[in-house]
């Protein structure tokens, strides 16, 4: 077996044992609680790919965590631990639907392009701050982009609660809804899956493209492999740098626009429900790999899915308690004076 052989057998093997492990540790604890591992295992693969309610939902929640693995997965490709995912993810988010609301009157493919390139240049530009601190101070990027995390949240919440952007006909505090030109057509009727799930099938090629055939994907690896090396070589490592982050926090931010104009077609306060931490570990399940990307991104939600209403798994699931009778009270007989 030569080496490319040992390396694809490798890319394979390590996430299918983590996954079984996973399994593993997951029927030891549902086994000590007193339940059937083998039932909840069904209804949780029930719900995730046999129930045809409930796969749509899943691939719903499946295409931010495409954009987002990938975005994740080029920083670690140039030794970028990127963290930040989230905020560029509100970032990304709050851009879209800024173009999304104020804008009217324009072609849907027009407004809709609008609406995901400024989503993408609000990832891009959150980015790009960690980056240039990075390349120019040498100040750490976990550091920085989980400082930005929390600016971000304070930014949307000021501008969504208080400020400019919140639509002050609506007794909850969120933004204007998104001009119906904008809003991302629906794939299957009656479900909420929506042509980001294509957008997501495409970035998964093209980031593989980015990566191993061009020049800047070269230097992305280069770097990632050893800055002395790329330097040495003439490769400037600070703009390299600098274009990871940005690139992968546009990917964000990209996901962030998706979820404004296909999902909700508004932005709340509380907008995220952690999509950019999981992506973490969905990049670190596909070993950053942007082919594996998809299986990876599926993984995540198909884990918290569970099949609708009337099925089985509501014959076994919450526990229920063994009802012990009451034990009677004594009785005492009444007080005499």
């Known amino acids: 077996m030569n080496q490319r052989s040992r390396a694809i057998v490798a890319a394979v093997l390590l996430p299918v044992i983590s996954v079984v492990a996973g399994f593993v540790v997951a029927g030891l604890a549902v086994a000590l609680s007193g339940s059937d591992p ?18 749509p939902e899943t691939l719903v929640a499946t295409t931010p965590y495409i954009f987002l693995g990938l975005g994740v997965g080029l920083g670690f490709r140039a030794g970028l631990f990127n963290i930040g995912a989230e905020g560029q993810f509100y970032i990304g988010a709050l851009f879209g639907v800024f173009i999304g609301y104020s804008l009217h009157g324009l072609p849907a493919i027009v407004h809709v392009l609008l609406a995901l390139l400024a989503g993408i240049l609000g990832g891009f530009l959150w980015a790009a701050v960690p980056g240039i601190l990075k390349a120019r101070f040498g100040a750490h990027e976990v550091i920085t982009t989980i400082m930005l995390n929390y600016v971000a949240f304070a930014l949307v919440n000021f501008l969504i609660n208080n400020g400019p952007m919140v639509d002050k006909a609506s007794s909850a505090p969120r933004t204007p809804y998104v001009d119906p030109a904008a809003q991302l057509p629906i794939l299957i009727s009656g479900t909420r899956l929506h042509a980001g799930l294509i957008l997501g099938l495409i970035a998964i090629p093209a980031v593989w493209f980015l990566l191993d055939r061009t020049t800047i994907g070269f230097r992305i690896r280069t770097v990632g492999f050893s800055p002395t090396a790329a330097r040495a070589a003439g490769i400037s490592v600070a703009w390299t740098i600098l274009a ?13 626009a998706n979820e404004v104009l296909g999902v909700s077609h508004y932005m709340p306060p509380s907008f995220s ?5 999981d992506a973490i ?8 790999n942007p082919w594996a990307m998809l299986p990876a991104a599926h993984w995540r939600p198909s884990r918290s899915a569970w099949p609708c209403r009337r099925t089985p798994w509501r014959r076994w699931w919450p526990p229920r308690r063994r009802r012990t009778p009451l034990r009677r009270r004594r009785q005492h007989p009444p007080f005499l004076p």
């Open 38 to 55: 083998f039932q909840s295992f069904y209804a949780l693969f029930q719900g995730a790919f046999l129930n045809p309610r409930a796969l």
């Open 244 to 256: 990871t982050m940005g690139i992968s926090g546009g990917l964000a931010g990209l996901a962030g």
């Open 273 to 277: 429900t952690g999509y950019g931490f």
């Open 281 to 288: 570990a969905v990049a670190l399940l596909a070993r950053s």
